[in-house]
């Protein structure tokens, strides 16, 4: 079937069908990845623009693309590319497109990967812009949660609980939109207000909170715990309100019901225990593994070689 997505930029672009497909080819993938790789992209050239930090979604971007056989090119600090001598992201884009296949770009400001889309002439994939979204880890994270609760999802009421930073949070914002794709899915959405979700990704069926309460754990399938982002507070003093509002310990974690599982898209900072890294509800590093699989098959999904 062919993907019906050209580049990847926002959640909002799929559909269940269109996610499916992609966790159908992510499955195939982790078998692939297994046997050690595949030579599906062999002559194929990813680059990877990253104007932001990043360790995990920059570098399972390069290895997806080595494990499918192809090569890859990257741009990893913008003062060391032509941005700084004040070129545009268009002719940035036209550029780098006439050298590779398909390009991943994440960018400090929401809206950038779109605008990489317009001028393309190869496939964007977006690793994060700014506040705006994060659809490759929100795939990703789908993934995980699909995986563990397949059984469940379709038939049973399934609650999320997003904590900590959601005004900032990209991948909050990406997440949520892909979990309602799913019929059974409740989600409550726990932060101080200054830090609550944006309107645009709430709606009126939405629980909001302010405390991460016992009942809330106790209630929870999915706890999905975010960092308090420092680098987007525009006061120092706003961020030392709040930077340590949320934190679990493993007594907390151990109220969570019977088979409810802890995510975190990383980087971790001080929000949960490192000792609750032995607990069986910690998912977050299983979060990690799927990352390659789910960006190997989009990758194949939008140069049309699956």
């Known amino acids: 079937m062919k993907f019906p997505l050209q580049h990847i930029i926002a959640s909002s672009q799929f559909d269940i069908k269109a996610m499916m497909n992609v966790f159908s080819l992510a499955t195939e993938m982790e078998e692939i990845v297994q046997k050690g790789g595949t ?32 090569a890859v090119i990257s741009e990893t600090d913008i003062n060391f590319s032509s941005a700084i001598k004040g070129e545009i ?14 390009i991943a770009i ?6 950038v990967a779109l605008l990489a889309s317009q001028c393309s002439s190869v496939p964007i994939i977006n690793g994060g812009d700014g506040i705006g979204e994060h659809p490759t880890q929100a795939l990703l994270d789908c ?20 904590v900590g930073d959601l005004k900032y949070g990209r991948t909050v914002h990406s997440l949520c939109q892909l979990l309602r794709l799913f019929s059974n899915v409740e989600i409550t959405f726990v ?17 909001i909170e302010q405390d991460l309460t016992q009942t809330i754990l106790q209630q929870a399938d999915i706890v ?13 003093a706003d961020y030392e309100k709040v930077e340590d509002i949320f934190h ?17 898209p990383f980087p971790r900072v001080k929000e949960i225990d490192l000792a609750v890294d032995a607990l069986p509800q910690a998912y977050y590093f299983e979060q990690v593994k799927n990352g390659l699989p789910i960006r190997m098959a989009l990758i194949a999904k939008v140069l049309g070689l699956a």
């Open 89 to 102: 992201l268009q002719d940035t884009i036209r550029v780098v497109a006439s050298y590779s296949d398909v």
């Open 39 to 70: 030579e599906l992209a062999k002559h194929h050239i990813l680059a990877t623009l990253f104007y932001e930090p990043s360790t995990r979604t920059r570098l399972s971007f390069e290895t997806a693309m080595l494990r499918l056989g192809g």
């Open 143 to 162: 993934f995980t949660i699909y995986k563990q609760f397949k059984q469940q999802i379709n038939h049973h009421k399934i609650k999320v609980a997003f």
């Open 191 to 207: 932060a101080p207000q200054i830090l609550q979700i944006p309107d645009e990704y709430k709606t009126p069926h939405d629980v």
């Open 224 to 236: 999905y715990m975010t960092r308090i982002q420092k680098e987007r507070f525009q006061s120092l």
């Open 248 to 264: 679990l310990s493993v007594s907390k974690v151990q109220q969570m019901k019977q088979g409810a599982i802890l995510m975190h």
């Open 106 to 111: 994440r960018s400090k400001h929401k809206g």
